[in-house]
């Protein structure tokens, strides 16, 4: 398996590949059918084009298919402060590794190494992982904004 930055003629395979990780996921135990309508509505080729402009965009390649993906980028223009997004692994990938393997990428790159605080938005299913991973609700409080819950980690 390989990370590397997304090429833009690779940002279709990934919307199709996150909507794919969306209906296979567990995410209808938590959310009503609007949510995934959002997401799905959300996943398209200009979101996912700016959300790797706006800092980095990674893939994760196995035999150069695209498994998953994640990005990382500045806490509203912080530089103390990055946030970790979009993070998604394909169906027959999920509970293989491949997740943590991407967090510990995002930890690695300049943006989470320049921050002394990275806050993830997670799905109510991914709390778990992510707790695992040393991320803490944000403020010591379940905080639900947006669809998602804050979770943050202090590096």
């Known amino acids: 398996m390989i990370i590397e930055l997304i090429k833009e003629s690779e940002i279709q395979e990934v919307c199709d590949m996150i909507v794919r990780a ?7 135990k938590f959310y009503p059918q609007s949510s ?40 509203w223009d912080s530089i103390t402060e990055s946030w970790i997004h979009t993070i998604f692994v394909a169906p027959e990938y999920q ?13 690695n790159d300049e943006y989470a190494k320049r921050a002394n605080r990275i806050e993830i938005h997670s799905a109510m299913s991914a709390i778990p992982f992510y707790r695992k991973l040393g991320y803490e609700h944000k403020d010591g409080q379940l905080i639900y904004a947006d669809g998602h819950f804050d979770l943050e980690k202090f590096v």
């Open 95 to 107: 509970r293989k590794g491949v997740g943590r393997k991407i967090i510990e990428f995002l930890e």
């Open 22 to 28: 969306c209906q296979y996921s567990d995410f209808a």
């Open 36 to 75: 995934f309508d959002a997401v799905f509505e959300e996943t398209n080729y200009e979101h996912i084009k700016q959300r790797a402009e706006y800092g980095r965009f990674y893939v994760i390649k196995d035999n150069r298919k695209i498994i998953g993906c994640g990005g990382i980028a500045a806490y």
